[in-house]
């Protein structure tokens, strides 16, 4: 999965708004103030906070 550089520079997370970068894995957003990753599904980021992943 490779996500488009110019989406990937206007997401930000939707809880604080902050910078959001592609996961290792390709298959996720991951805001790393927040501890979350938003996931990628079918090549769509879901955005939605009550379907982001609590990551360490």
């Known amino acids: 999965m490779s996500i488009n ?3 990937l520079e ?3 997370c939707p809880k604080c708004k902050g910078h ?5 894995q390709g298959d996720g957003l991951i ?3 927040c ?3 938003y996931p990628i599904r079918q090549d769509i980021p879901v955005m939605l906070i009550e ?3 609590q990551v360490p």
Do not use: G, S
Not at 20 to 24: R, S
């Open 35 to 37: 501890h979350l990753m």
């Open 31 to 33: 805001c790393r103030q």
């Open 5 to 7: 550089k110019k989406l």
């Open 20 to 24: 959001i970068d592609l996961n290792e």
């Open 10 to 12: 206007i997401l930000a």
């Open 51 to 53: 379907e982001a992943i």
